[in-house]
Protein backbone atom coordinates (compact mmCIF):
# COMPACT_ATOMS: atom_id res chain seq x y z
CA UNK A 1 0.00 0.00 0.00
CA UNK A 2 1.72 3.47 -0.81
CA UNK A 3 0.10 4.76 2.75
CA UNK A 4 -2.33 7.67 3.39
CA UNK A 5 -2.04 10.10 -0.17
CA UNK A 6 -2.54 13.72 0.56
CA UNK A 7 -3.38 16.41 -2.30
CA UNK A 8 -2.23 19.08 -3.44
CA UNK A 9 1.15 18.56 -1.27
CA UNK A 10 1.32 22.61 -1.33
CA UNK A 11 -1.36 25.30 -1.85
CA UNK A 12 -0.99 28.73 -2.01
CA UNK A 13 -4.05 30.68 -2.38
CA UNK A 14 -5.32 34.27 -2.00
CA UNK A 15 -7.68 35.18 0.89
CA UNK A 16 -11.91 34.42 -0.05
CA UNK A 17 -11.16 31.60 -2.65
CA UNK A 18 -12.20 28.46 -1.75
CA UNK A 19 -9.33 25.52 -0.83
CA UNK A 20 -10.03 21.61 -0.78
CA UNK A 21 -7.60 19.30 0.31
CA UNK A 22 -7.92 15.67 -0.49
CA UNK A 23 -7.14 12.48 1.32
CA UNK A 24 -7.28 8.50 0.54
CA UNK A 25 -6.39 6.60 3.32
CA UNK A 26 -5.06 3.41 3.13
CA UNK A 27 -7.20 0.07 2.34
CA UNK A 28 -8.93 -1.32 4.73
CA UNK A 29 -8.72 1.47 7.43
CA UNK A 30 -11.85 2.35 8.60
CA UNK A 31 -11.09 6.11 10.84
CA UNK A 32 -9.69 8.78 9.49
CA UNK A 33 -8.81 12.05 10.60
CA UNK A 34 -8.08 15.90 9.83
CA UNK A 35 -5.44 17.63 11.37
CA UNK A 36 -3.99 20.88 11.40
CA UNK A 37 -0.56 21.81 12.73
CA UNK A 38 0.93 25.02 13.52
CA UNK A 39 3.63 26.26 15.79
CA UNK A 40 1.59 27.91 17.79
CA UNK A 41 -1.39 25.66 18.36
CA UNK A 42 0.71 22.43 17.87
CA UNK A 43 -1.87 19.31 15.99
CA UNK A 44 -4.85 19.59 16.43
CA UNK A 45 -7.79 17.40 15.74
CA UNK A 46 -10.30 18.90 13.27
CA UNK A 47 -12.58 16.12 12.36
CA UNK A 48 -12.63 12.18 12.55
CA UNK A 49 -14.63 10.06 10.66
CA UNK A 50 -15.28 6.24 11.52
CA UNK A 51 -16.90 3.94 8.66
CA UNK A 52 -17.57 6.96 6.65
CA UNK A 53 -19.51 8.77 9.38
CA UNK A 54 -18.34 11.85 10.99
CA UNK A 55 -17.96 11.17 14.27
CA UNK A 56 -16.65 14.41 16.22
CA UNK A 57 -16.22 17.83 14.46
CA UNK A 58 -15.72 19.68 17.88
CA UNK A 59 -12.20 21.13 16.74
CA UNK A 60 -13.56 22.29 13.39
CA UNK A 61 -12.69 26.30 14.13
CA UNK A 62 -15.38 28.05 12.26
CA UNK A 63 -17.98 27.06 9.92
CA UNK A 64 -15.91 27.75 7.09
CA UNK A 65 -14.16 24.32 8.00
CA UNK A 66 -16.25 21.61 6.15
CA UNK A 67 -15.12 17.97 5.77
CA UNK A 68 -16.71 15.52 4.00
CA UNK A 69 -16.07 11.54 3.16
CA UNK A 70 -18.28 10.09 0.53
CA UNK A 71 -16.66 6.78 0.47
CA UNK A 72 -13.84 4.48 2.57
CA UNK A 73 -11.26 5.57 -0.28
CA UNK A 74 -11.76 9.49 -0.11
CA UNK A 75 -12.00 12.59 1.61
CA UNK A 76 -11.96 16.07 1.69
CA UNK A 77 -11.59 19.54 3.74
CA UNK A 78 -12.93 22.63 2.77
CA UNK A 79 -12.15 26.07 3.82
CA UNK A 80 -14.54 28.65 2.19
CA UNK A 81 -13.64 31.83 2.05
CA UNK A 82 -10.18 31.13 3.31
CA UNK A 83 -8.58 33.88 4.78
CA UNK A 84 -4.69 33.86 6.34
CA UNK A 85 -4.92 32.91 9.33
CA UNK A 86 -5.78 29.27 8.15
CA UNK A 87 -2.04 28.61 6.38
CA UNK A 88 -0.95 25.59 8.18
CA UNK A 89 0.19 22.05 7.54
CA UNK A 90 -2.88 19.74 7.34
CA UNK A 91 -2.45 16.29 7.76
CA UNK A 92 -4.59 13.56 7.23
CA UNK A 93 -4.19 10.16 8.88
CA UNK A 94 -6.24 7.06 9.15
CA UNK A 95 -6.61 3.64 11.51
CA UNK A 96 -7.45 0.24 11.76
CA UNK A 97 -8.73 -1.39 14.08
CA UNK A 98 -9.20 0.99 16.88
CA UNK A 99 -6.22 2.12 19.18
CA UNK A 100 -4.18 0.95 16.83
CA UNK A 101 -1.35 3.00 14.92
CA UNK A 102 -2.48 6.14 13.20
CA UNK A 103 -0.80 6.36 9.55
CA UNK A 104 -0.30 10.27 8.84
CA UNK A 105 -0.19 11.41 4.91
CA UNK A 106 2.69 13.86 3.99
CA UNK A 107 0.59 17.22 4.48
CA UNK A 108 -0.92 19.93 2.66
CA UNK A 109 1.09 22.72 3.00
CA UNK A 110 -1.72 25.87 2.56
CA UNK A 111 -0.93 29.13 2.22
CA UNK A 112 -3.38 31.98 2.52
CA UNK A 113 -1.83 35.40 1.21
CA UNK B 1 -12.07 16.47 26.54
CA UNK B 2 -8.95 14.81 26.89
CA UNK B 3 -6.00 17.45 27.49
CA UNK B 4 -2.38 16.17 27.06
CA UNK B 5 0.05 18.18 28.66
CA UNK B 6 4.07 17.19 27.77
CA UNK B 7 7.39 18.75 29.13
CA UNK B 8 10.01 19.56 28.20
CA UNK B 9 8.81 21.82 24.78
CA UNK B 10 13.01 21.82 24.19
CA UNK B 11 15.68 19.38 25.08
CA UNK B 12 19.12 19.16 23.93
CA UNK B 13 21.98 16.60 24.59
CA UNK B 14 25.09 15.71 24.09
CA UNK B 15 25.62 12.44 21.75
CA UNK B 16 25.50 9.52 23.76
CA UNK B 17 23.32 10.97 26.61
CA UNK B 18 19.70 10.15 27.78
CA UNK B 19 16.84 11.92 26.60
CA UNK B 20 13.50 11.79 28.44
CA UNK B 21 10.30 13.37 27.35
CA UNK B 22 6.89 13.30 30.03
CA UNK B 23 3.22 13.70 29.64
CA UNK B 24 0.53 13.66 31.45
CA UNK B 25 -3.18 13.27 30.42
CA UNK B 26 -6.52 13.91 31.79
CA UNK B 27 -8.94 11.19 31.55
CA UNK B 28 -8.72 8.23 33.15
CA UNK B 29 -10.31 6.38 29.97
CA UNK B 30 -7.55 6.70 28.02
CA UNK B 31 -6.25 3.29 27.01
CA UNK B 32 -3.38 3.85 24.05
CA UNK B 33 -0.58 5.93 24.34
CA UNK B 34 1.41 6.35 20.85
CA UNK B 35 4.86 8.17 20.80
CA UNK B 36 5.22 10.30 17.30
CA UNK B 37 9.13 11.23 15.83
CA UNK B 38 8.67 14.22 13.23
CA UNK B 39 11.42 15.43 11.54
CA UNK B 40 11.53 18.94 9.59
CA UNK B 41 9.32 18.68 6.59
CA UNK B 42 7.92 15.58 7.07
CA UNK B 43 4.64 13.53 8.49
CA UNK B 44 4.81 12.50 11.92
CA UNK B 45 5.58 9.04 12.48
CA UNK B 46 5.15 6.47 15.25
CA UNK B 47 7.88 4.90 17.27
CA UNK B 48 6.30 3.34 19.89
CA UNK B 49 3.10 3.11 21.80
CA UNK B 50 1.91 1.73 25.01
CA UNK B 51 -1.64 0.09 26.38
CA UNK B 52 -3.17 1.06 29.82
CA UNK B 53 -2.72 -2.65 30.69
CA UNK B 54 1.08 -2.53 30.16
CA UNK B 55 3.65 -0.39 32.65
CA UNK B 56 6.69 -0.61 30.66
CA UNK B 57 7.74 -1.40 26.70
CA UNK B 58 11.00 -0.87 25.23
CA UNK B 59 12.54 -0.99 21.81
CA UNK B 60 16.02 -1.22 21.21
CA UNK B 61 16.94 2.31 22.49
CA UNK B 62 13.43 3.45 23.02
CA UNK B 63 10.86 2.75 26.06
CA UNK B 64 8.08 3.77 27.33
CA UNK B 65 6.82 4.21 30.88
CA UNK B 66 3.34 4.32 31.96
CA UNK B 67 1.59 5.44 35.48
CA UNK B 68 -2.06 4.69 35.32
CA UNK B 69 -2.55 5.32 38.81
CA UNK B 70 -0.75 9.49 38.49
CA UNK B 71 -2.08 9.66 34.70
CA UNK B 72 1.26 9.89 33.17
CA UNK B 73 3.84 8.24 30.86
CA UNK B 74 7.45 9.43 29.60
CA UNK B 75 9.59 8.59 26.75
CA UNK B 76 13.09 7.72 27.42
CA UNK B 77 15.68 7.46 24.63
CA UNK B 78 19.36 5.86 25.60
CA UNK B 79 22.74 6.40 23.85
CA UNK B 80 21.66 9.26 21.75
CA UNK B 81 22.55 10.20 17.83
CA UNK B 82 21.88 13.05 16.36
CA UNK B 83 19.66 11.39 13.76
CA UNK B 84 17.34 11.07 16.43
CA UNK B 85 17.23 15.47 16.63
CA UNK B 86 12.81 15.74 15.79
CA UNK B 87 10.17 16.88 17.37
CA UNK B 88 8.95 14.42 19.80
CA UNK B 89 4.48 14.36 20.16
CA UNK B 90 3.35 12.06 22.83
CA UNK B 91 -0.55 11.39 22.72
CA UNK B 92 -3.10 9.74 24.35
CA UNK B 93 -6.31 7.92 22.67
CA UNK B 94 -9.60 8.73 24.44
CA UNK B 95 -13.14 6.38 24.78
CA UNK B 96 -15.89 8.41 23.24
CA UNK B 97 -19.93 7.27 24.26
CA UNK B 98 -18.26 3.88 25.65
CA UNK B 99 -17.25 3.35 22.01
CA UNK B 100 -13.41 4.06 20.96
CA UNK B 101 -12.42 5.53 17.48
CA UNK B 102 -8.92 5.93 17.55
CA UNK B 103 -8.90 9.52 18.29
CA UNK B 104 -5.58 10.86 19.24
CA UNK B 105 -4.97 13.82 21.18
CA UNK B 106 -1.63 15.47 21.09
CA UNK B 107 0.83 16.70 23.36
CA UNK B 108 2.67 20.56 22.47
CA UNK B 109 5.75 18.55 21.38
CA UNK B 110 9.45 18.44 22.46
CA UNK B 111 12.21 19.62 20.32
CA UNK B 112 14.90 17.56 21.20
CA UNK B 113 18.64 18.34 19.53
CA UNK B 114 21.40 15.66 20.26
CA UNK B 115 24.66 17.60 19.82
CA UNK B 116 27.61 15.26 18.12
Known amino acids: DAGVIQSPRHEVTEMGQEVTLRCKPI?????LFWYRQTMMRGLELLIY????????DSGMPEDRFSAKMPNASFSTLKIQPSEPRDSAVYFC???????????FGQGTRLTVV | GENVEQHPSTLSVQEGDSAVIKCTYS??????FPWYKQELGKRPQLIID?????GEKKDQRIAVTLNKTAKHFSLHITETQPEDSAVYFC???????????????FGQGTILTVHP
Open chain 1, 93 to 103: ASSYPVNTEAF
Open chain 1, 27 to 31: SGHNS
Open chain 1, 49 to 56: FNNNVPID
Open chain 2, 27 to 32: DSASNY
Open chain 2, 50 to 54: IRSNV
Open chain 2, 91 to 105: AASIKAGGTSYGKLT
